[in-house]
């Protein structure tokens, strides 16, 4: 009788001929799926509307003029560079309009402002402005007209 010990060999040992090309592969796809999806579109549109100060601050601005946006969230505070990296922004016709979508807080409460604005030279023409709230649920219109005048 003979009493031998067989030992297996290792899962990475045993598969490595096949495992190692089928993860290369894997890696290669997943690479080029990155480098073809918008990402690098939508970080270069969030890196501009953060350099904007004057689009958010004047839309600001007019939101605080609102009297329904006074009731119910108060005196909007300044947006924080942080609730811009957070948001959405898409700026499209050669960079000279924006959609962007960013948190705002005020002194009685939060929301989502919306805006929708074409350049004029150096200048913002906002053709929407709309803060969307939760508790209670509500849209307040600041700007909206087809031709972007308040």
Do not use: C, H
Not at 11 to 30: A, D, E, G, H, Y
Not at 36 to 55: E, F, M, P, V, W
Not at 136 to 146: A, G, N, R, T
């Amino acid at each position: 009788m003979n009493n031998e010990i067989i030992i297996e060999k290792s899962l990475w040992k045993r598969s490595w001929k096949w495992l190692l090309p089928t993860i290369m592969i894997m890696l290669f796809f997943l690479v080029r799926l990155f480098l073809n999806s918008n990402i690098d579109g939508i970080l270069t549109d969030i890196a501009k509307a953060y350099s904007d100060n004057l689009l958010y601050e004047k839309a600001i601005e007019k939101a605080n003029k609102n009297k329904r946006v006074l009731e119910v969230i108060g005196q909007i505070k300044p947006i924080d560079k942080l609730a811009i990296l957070e948001g959405n922004a898409n700026y499209s016709n050669n960079n000279n309009s924006i959609i962007l979508s960013v948190r705002i807080k005020g002194s009685k409460g939060k929301g989502k402002m919306n805006i929708s604005a074409d350049k004029n030279g150096s200048e913002w023409v906002y053709k929407k402005i709309n803060i969307r709230i939760k508790e209670p649920k509500e849209e307040i219109q600041i700007v909206f007209d087809s031709i972007g005048q308040n």
